[in-house]
């Protein structure tokens, strides 16, 4: 072996002959034949043909010169012809140096037959953008054979227009609906140019007929032709379908079912997929969801479920055939957490615990779920993902995958809404606060480690504004001593010109609550504050009965105010109940939420000694939901409240404006008094409020319908009906919605005061 390596022949030198333009560096380097190798006629072989795919290059050979056991390796080269210059024939509609951009070369460069010949198609494609759907480009071979002249002769034919799109046979679905699913579109200034192109026809006839298969017309066909004028700048295209039957289930027929009860996977169908329903394909997937999910209940995690349509003897009528692959059942192993560098695995467990995600019990993917969706909807994380892992036969660890987002914020904003007006605001938050997690040095402070981690909340704001000025610091913590107890502590200052005087508040309140595993929870809340009545409006009235004549001060505020003028000590324990059964907390969009408190004011002293008593219940229902899963939500909601006993004005009830009855001005439903009709505000309310909210772009854009009503004290039950849109901004880490909202009062009292516009929103600098 040592013998015949001795014996090979090597490259000693590597050299180039025939090369015009294109420098002996780069065809050396493309060829990647180096001095020292050792030479063969395979290996010079394939750096000929890595030299013979450049461009430039027209032809290689190579020879070899030896000198006993060294080799000098010789490529002689033919550069392919240099083009003389690029030239257009016949183009009037469009300027060379458009034209030129299309092709990607021009004169001087090497003349790549490929391109040049590839350079009349691109041209064409050029036309047909611009619309000039008949244009035809040839390429005049006898000026490139002879003159080495790039010659394009250009026949551009009449500027064509889609004038109208046509469809023909569709009983079912109207042309609207397919309208909306095509490219295609007729000629309209600024929205459509009205381009015809066959390519995007046939796509336009494959997405028709799968939009119609999708909605249960299995057999549908779809076909496309196209109609011109005379002149040939005009086109009608027209797609005829063949609609066929429409077919809906006859039947559910299930295979490879041996490990749950048919009738607990039929009642997951309920009422999306019974006899009678028509099969679309959004019913297929959905179907598949519900027979997996049910499986995923019970831990048959890797259970697979696909639905196909059997054609029944009776026209139109397909039996769905669920073919499910059972899986094992597995119980839950660990509940494993990673990727949490600040929050302790405490908080990311207590969302599944909070559903009995537990270890020890089945791998529930329902009661899963729903811990993901509380993670995510908790404003710590920005992703959670769950796999099970494990090789046990029976039990699989949960892998918690969390991405944390940023929890402490400092704010600097501005908003306004019809309520309250233009208001600043300086705010610091911490989202994942942790008292007890004091810093170990200088630089955990510096590097916001400190004071963070436990899931609770802490908040400094202080928002000074045109009409209120609000102040406060805010502590929550959700699991007091890691027990289902939470805490909630405010302390808060408050400032606001109301309709005759100011008002000024400075106080506090805590509240102790307690949870249950069935979702219920209790709660207790002391507060106390000192409430200043101030600044009321008055008018100098002269006297002119008197000589001299006299100047006096007449209040204009009502006497229900001026009762109050001055500091006024307010001391209140709240007792309140709660049942929360949403699938969100923040998002709702299922299931119900009931609440019942009553507040005793002056149980601790105070200036004021009477009873306040309040209840309401919203419900939250999905009643539609399209492929991607965005949810179109209805929404009610009844409140009501009660006062027994002489409350100050300033604790009374009012109605109107946002979060309460839109269509109306904040406060603008209310008992009135004084000489102005001042609202001083009502021992009841009662609240009736409907929204149904349909997601129009993602999840970020959201129309919404509504009606809004109610009754205070005195006057006519009030009655508005509206509109609205609802945007969710990205901003600082956070979504923050915007709402727009118009209501048109159809029932009010005289004295109310109306609103049509109402918005809200808040940005950041």
Known sequence: MGQAAAEAKRVVKVMVEGNRTVSEGVILNKANLRPGAVFSEQTVAEAVRRVAAMPQMADVQWRAEVQGQEVI??????????????????????????????????????????LVTRGATNLEELY?????????????????????????????????????????????????????????????????????????????????QGFYRDEGFLDARVFWEKQFNEKKTRATVTFTVEEGPRYRVAGVRFQGVEKLAEAELRAALDPDLTPGKVLTYKRRVFAERAVERTYGKHGYIYTIVRLEPEYAEQEGQVTAVFRVQESGQFHLGRLLVQGNTETQDKVVRRAFDHFGFLPGGLYDTAAMEKGKERLLGGGLFEDVSVLPVGPAPDERDALVEVKETRTGLL???VGVDTNSGVMGEVSIQQQNYDASRWPRSFSDVFAGEAWKGAGQRLQFTFSPGTQVTTGHVKFFEPYLFDQPY????????????????????????????RRFANDWSVEVGLRGEEVTVSELDYKIVKDTSVQPPLKHKVILAPPQVQEVEGDNFLTSMRFGVGLDKTDNLYRPS?????????????????????GALGAGVTMYRTVYQDITERKTVWAAAVRGSQIAGDAPVFEKYYAGGIGSLRGFDYRGVSPRSGPRDDPVGSESLLLVNTELTHPIFEEVIFGKVFCDSGVVTEGRYRVTVGFGLELLVPQLFQMVPMHFDFGFPVVWDDKDDKQVFSFSFGLSF
């Open 73 to 114: 390796v010789v490529f002689v080269v033919r550069e392919t012809d240099m083009i003389e210059a690029v030239e257009f024939s016949g183009n009037k509609s469009l300027k060379e140096k458009d034209l030129l951009a299309k092709l990607g070369f021009g004169a001087g460069d090497h003349l790549d037959r490929y």
């Open 128 to 208: 047909r953008e611009k619309g000039f759907y008949f244009a035809r480009v040839r390429l005049d071979e006898a000026k490139l054979r002879d003159e080495r002249r790039v010659v394009y002769v250009i026949v551009e034919g009449p500027k064509l227009r889609v004038k109208k799109v046509r469809f023909v046979g569709n009983q079912s679905l109207s042309a609207g609906k397919l309208q909306g699913k095509i490219k295609t579109k007729a000629y309209f200034p600024i929205f459509s140019r009205g381009q015809l192109v066959d390519e995007q026809l046939d796509q336009d006839q494959a997405t028709l």
């Open 411 to 413: 704010l600097f904003g």
């Open 486 to 513: 939470y805490l909630d502590a405010t302390l808060m200052l408050f400032r606001r010109w109301r309709e005759s005087y100011l008002e000024e508040r400075k106080g506090g309140s805590v509240t102790l609550g």
């Open 590 to 610: 299922d299931g119900y939420r009931l609440n019942a408190d009553y507040e005793q004011y002056g149980a601790l002293g105070g200036d004021f000694a009477f």
